[in-house]
């Protein structure tokens, strides 16, 4: 009930009205400014010729570790 009066009040719609959302142009000039668009904030490039095995390499090694890990920590003689 409190909230809907603050919402209803004249100064609050005054101060959303006036809040500006806009950003600033990017300065090409500067030292930290990185190119943008696709595929370019990613550290690796997806258009070479074996990126698909690359890939799914690297997931089915960083998946099945743990669990290889586990079953030799298992089997292990002690």
């Not at 609050?12 to 809040?19: D, H, P």
């Not at 500006?20 to 258009?47: A, D, K």
């Amino acid at each position: 009930m409190l909230s809907r009066s603050i919402i209803r009040s004249p100064a609050t719609r005054a101060l959303i009205a006036r809040r500006g959302f806009q950003t600033t142009r990017p300065q090409m000039s500067s030292p930290y400014h990185y190119p943008e668009g696709p595929r370019s904030n990613i550290p690796f490039n997806p258009l070479t010729k074996y990126f698909a095995v690359r890939y799914w390499s690297f997931m089915f090694v960083g998946f099945f570790a743990p669990f290889g890990l586990a079953v030799w920590q298992t089997y292990k003689n002690q």
